[in-house]
């Protein structure tokens, strides 16, 4: 590549605003009393596997991180806001004194600092701990709808794996199988009425994605049922049709529906086990988290098929920036790649979103540089790609202008 095509972009990017399509940010609260030793336990870092024993081990626990890409987009992004590091046994104190002034200062510092450093202008928010909500800065924090708990729990004693049942959130006392779905239409239209900008599926993390037709016969007659009562058969075709069911209230609403795709509950979450539920919904949109990794080439295949496909790298250039440029390069061949390609930070607080808004540019500098340098783009066009990503596409998918 050459310095000029990558440098010109890296310059690009470094100023261009940035929409994520999906964070956990946690509220002010939680950011008071924020230090380096919470934000690494609230941070990918740890779930670095294994870790070599406890973060207040310093040396060791810096030794056992210091290569990966978490921690590395961590720290570049502390550097960025804070300008301290790199952090060493030595520095650790002064880095964390530095976090916790500049929290304590301000209750809001962690949205503040997403906006001034990492150049967000919105972002979507997913409160599994609380679904639907803005984390207090609706302003700032559009909510996506979990809808876990509607797929999983049949049963009143059922909850998902974020403690969240349908029983606790509704009162469906009295209510039959085709009252409920009535009710979870009306419930899509409250959320959106109330500011939520898609559906969101974490069900990668409770099963495989590989969804059957479902069958409503048997789902009806599931609902209610005690879990003890209930075949896995029964149960996997309540679910299947309770996702279906959401797939189509996703198109009613018209709101994108996000899938996570790849790690979680790992075989079973590759991309193309939903390739069924993809072509049985042509009008539902598709927004495949986290480029499915490590079956980054199967958002791809789908990509290359199907128009209702949303490929978003959310997650992944934290997670190994090298699969991060793969996919950007694939998917842009493909010709339709540039059109509905989104990004997400994914992460618990301001500080960590930063680096991931630093991760997502320097992918985007390395795979559109190579892309020009090999002369598979211009470089006017690899800067409008490179905005159509960080935050147009996304403003427009999810209407957030
Ligand atoms: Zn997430």
């Known amino acids: 590549m050459t310095r000029t095509a990558h440098s010109a972009l890296a310059e690009h990017l470094a ?9 956990h940010h946690r509220e002010d609260a939680f950011h008071a009393d924020l230090d380096l030793d919470k934000l690494f336990a609230n941070s990918y870092v740890g779930w670095i596997n294994p870790l070599p024993g406890p973060i ?38 002064a880095v964390s ?35 639907g909500s803005a984390a207090g800065h609706p302003d700032f ?37 085709d009252a409920y779905l009535l009710l979870l239409d009306q419930v899509v239209a409250e959320q959106k009425q109330a500011g939520a900008v898609a559906l969101k599926s974490a069900l990668a993390y409770d099963r495989d994605l590989a969804f059957t037709s479902g069958d409503r016969e048997t789902a009806a007659r599931v609902f209610g049922a005690h879990p003890n009562a209930v075949s896995d058969a029964d149960r996997r075709a309540y679910q299947d049709f309770l996702l279906h069911h959401l797939c189509e209230l996703a198109a009613r609403h018209d709101l994108p529906f996000q899938h996570h795709t790849g790690l979680a509950k790992l075989s079973g979450s590759r991309p ?27 958002i791809g295949g789908l990509l290359h098929h199907y128009r209702n496909v949303y490929p978003d790298l959310t997650w992944l250039p934290l997670i190994a920036p090298t699969a991060a440029i ?11 790649g540039a059109a509905n390609l989104c990004w997400g930070g994914d992460a618990w607080t301001g500080d960590e979103s930063v680096g991931a ?45």
């Not at 069924?276 to 988290?289: G, K």
């Not at 997502?360 to 800067?383: I, P, T, W």
């Open 272 to 298: 193309l086990n939903l390739e069924p539920t993809i072509a049985r919904h042509p009008q539902t949109r598709f927004v495949l988290f986290h480029g499915g990794f490590p079956w980054v080439h199967e």
């Open 357 to 401: 808004a630093l991760a997502l540019k320097h992918v985007l500098s390395v795979a559109l540089g190579q892309l020009v340098e090999e002369g598979s783009l211009g470089l006017e066009e690899a800067r409008r790609i490179a905005g159509q990503v960080c935050h147009e596409n996304a403003a427009r998918i999810y209407g957030l202008g």
């Open 56 to 93: 207040r081990d310093r040396a060791r626990f810096l030794d056992a991180v210091g290569h990966s890409a978490y921690f590395r987009w961590l720290e570049r992004g502390l550097r960025h806001i804070y300008g301290v590091g790199p952090i060493t046994p030595e520095t650790w104190d």
């Open 15 to 23: 100023a261009l605003p940035v929409v994520s399509t999906h964070e």
């Open 326 to 336: 793969r996919a950007v390069r694939e998917w842009l061949e493909l010709g339709n």
């Open 141 to 177: 924090f559009a909510p996506t709808f979990r809808i876990n708990c509607y797929v999983l729990c049949h049963h009143p004693l059922m909850t998902d794996h974020n403690g969240n049942s349908p029983w606790q959130r509704h009162d469906l006392a009295g209510l039959d199988f």
């Open 97 to 131: 004194e530095a976090i916790r002034q500049a929290h304590v200062s301000s209750p809001t510092w962690h949205v503040a600092l997403m906006r001034r450093f990492g150049h967000y202008r919105r972002a979507i928010q997913d409160s599994y701990w609380a679904p």
